[in-house]
Each structure stands twice: as C-alpha cells, then as structure tokens.
C-alpha cells in the first residue's frame, strides 16, 4: 500500500489545483442534483453484488480490506458514471459508447431527460449563483489579487537586489579608492624621481656647455 497507493500528496493542495477550496463541500456539481435509480445503478459494474457477498461470507479477520474499500469505490461509480453520462452524451452526441448497455436502455434515457431538465430548475448554492451571475468580476478580483501578491513580491526581491546592488557598490567603490590611493604615493614617489633627474640632468646640460663655450 505504502508503495503503490500512498503518493503523499496533500488532498488540500490537490482540492485547490483543481481550483476548489481545501475545505471538504466547498464545490458544487449541477449533476448530483439527481440520485440515479438502484435499478440502474446495478447495470454499472451488475457483478458487484456478488463480490461484496463473497467478501462478506470470509471471516472478519481474514477478509482484504483492500478489496473491500476497491468494492465501495466501485459501487460510489456507478452514480458518478451516470451522472456524468447525462452531461457527456450531450456534449459528445456521436460517440458509439453511447450505443452499449445501459446508455441505449430506455430506463437511462429517461434518468437523462429527468437530470437535464433537474438540472435547469436546480437552485444553486449561493456561491455558485453569484459565480454565474457575475464571473466576469469573480475573474477581475482574482486577477487583481494575483497582481498585488505579484508587486509585492516584486517590491521584496527589488529590495533585496538594491541592498545587494548598494553593498556591492559600496565594496567596489573602496577598492577604487584603494587603488587611487596606491598609484598616488606611486606617482608622488615617481614625480619626485623625475625632479631629481631634471636638476641632476640641467646641472650636467650647463655644465657642458660652459665647457663649450671654453
């Protein structure tokens, strides 16, 4: 189970990918107005009764909880096949599933023609409503919201930048001022030798041409 089953991934964090909030009965679904009948039901997977009796005559202790909740699972499918088969049918009118058992039945076509029009006369949830009713503001605010979170996180990574950027201006800036330093005493040691070489050089110039003029 550990290893095949068990993903680790947070079924909140799955709800709000899915575009739900976490909370559980915080999404609604127009087509759950309507419980198919049981008799339908048991067209869906029509063994499956006989697989929970079998489970059911093994002994407490020996029986597969596996195999159980699998049972249960399949047994919450057969409403939410139905179910999704009426919105489907509609908006996939040509495909041939719908040619097989029991979606050609006139008992499903019937459950189509009651969930459809259950569906039109529903009152939503107020949130839903007001979803429909207004999506387009519904889209805006949660536009707008995105957009603050995003300037603001924004203005936190420009100001980390211009921390950084001033402490390395800053860093840059002393070592300029230490090289300028360092070729000043350079150029007032180098200035000082060339005066040197200048009088040493008009000393020796006049001195030649003394002895010229001699």
Known sequence: MTKHYSSGVSRPAAKLMAGHKPEDGSYYIS?????PPLALQKLIFPRLEESQQYLQSIVIK??????????ETLQWFRV?????????????????????????????????RLALRKMEDEVHPENVQLQRTIPLI???LKLLNQVILDGLNNLHNLHDENHNTIQDFQQLNQEILNKVLLNEAYLTR?????????????????????????
Do not use: G
Request: charged fraction near 25%.
């Open 80 to 112: 939410v096949i139905l179910q999704d088969v009426v919105v489907l049918s509609e908006k996939y009118p040509t495909s041939p599933l719908w040619n097989h058992r029991p979606f050609n039945l006139p008992e499903f076509q019937h459950f189509k």
């Open 31 to 35: 087509r759950e107005c309507l419980v």
């Open 138 to 140: 519904a889209d805006r």
């Open 190 to 214: 180098w200035n000082l030798s060339m005066e040197s070489f200048m009088t040493a050089w008009a000393s020796i110039f006049l001195k030649t041409f003394q002895l010229i003029e001699r």
């Open 62 to 71: 020996d029986r597969d909880r596996a195999a159980q909740a699998f049972l």
